[in-house]
């Protein structure tokens, strides 16, 4: 959210040729992210309750397999007629969100039960030859060995340590890449006051007062 209200101003600014004072809170980020829930409550007067795996619609939900869960992400009414479809059971789509949500209980139980039948990679491979959004729940050791993330430089590693970190370690990058001048890591994170001196310099210190105020141990 910091970026993206940086980014804001900066556009802004290119345009009017006026700086910004931003003020960024960390409730009001809270409540962003969750931005769906909260205008459903704005809307409808009823609040969401804690779910864990489970969503709204059941077809939009986690289940176990065999050997693991599987995230469906047949979220609007297309992609849950193709998943029933899919699963043999096309008399379970429904024609409306509404009709979905009232037969939540019993698509849950359905689904509980089909899903129990095939281990967690069948599933992923066998649901997205059917167009149906569907994967395999990763651990985090999974989704970091993960080639994709390889291709894409979403992790930057240090090999020979840092100051401080002797072993080699990784940091992510970012999410997105662009054509040029896209997002790096040029250096690993600095030690507690390594750029004081730099800092106190750009503001106008003299060496001499640097130099003071670390005898002050001010800095």
Do not use: C
Request: aromatic share 6%.
């Amino acid at each position: 959210m910091g970026a993206f209200a940086l980014s804001a101003a900066l556009f802004q600014r290119e345009r009017t040729g006026r700086g910004q004072r931003i003020d960024l809170a960390m409730l009001d980020v809270a409540l962003m992210m969750q931005a769906s829930h909260v205008t459903a409550y704005l809307a409808s007067g009823k609040a969401a309750k804690p779910s864990g795996n489970k969503h709204p619609q059941a077809t939009n939900s986690a289940y176990p397999t065999k050997d693991g869960m599987v995230m469906l992400g047949a979220s609007n009414l297309r992609q849950q007629r193709r998943l029933w479809a899919a699963l043999g059971r096309p008399e379970m789509a429904k024609s409306t969100n509404e009709q979905r949500l009232a037969a939540r209980d019993a698509e849950e139980a359905v689904l509980n039960e089909i899903m129990l039948t095939r281990t967690a990679d069948e599933w992923e491979a066998y649901l997205q030859s059917k167009h149906v959004p569907a994967a395999r729940v990763r651990r985090m050791e999974e989704a970091l060995a993960d080639p994709h993330l390889a291709s894409r430089g979403v992790v930057h590693r240090f090999e020979g340590g840092a100051p401080g970190v002797p072993q080699p370690f990784g940091v992510p990058v970012a999410a997105f890449t662009l054509a040029h001048g896209g997002p790096r890591v040029d250096s690993p994170p600095p030690t507690v006051g390594q750029h004081t001196d730099a800092v106190l310099g750009e503001l106008g210190y003299s060496a001499a007062e640097i130099a003071a105020l670390r005898a002050s141990k001010a800095v």
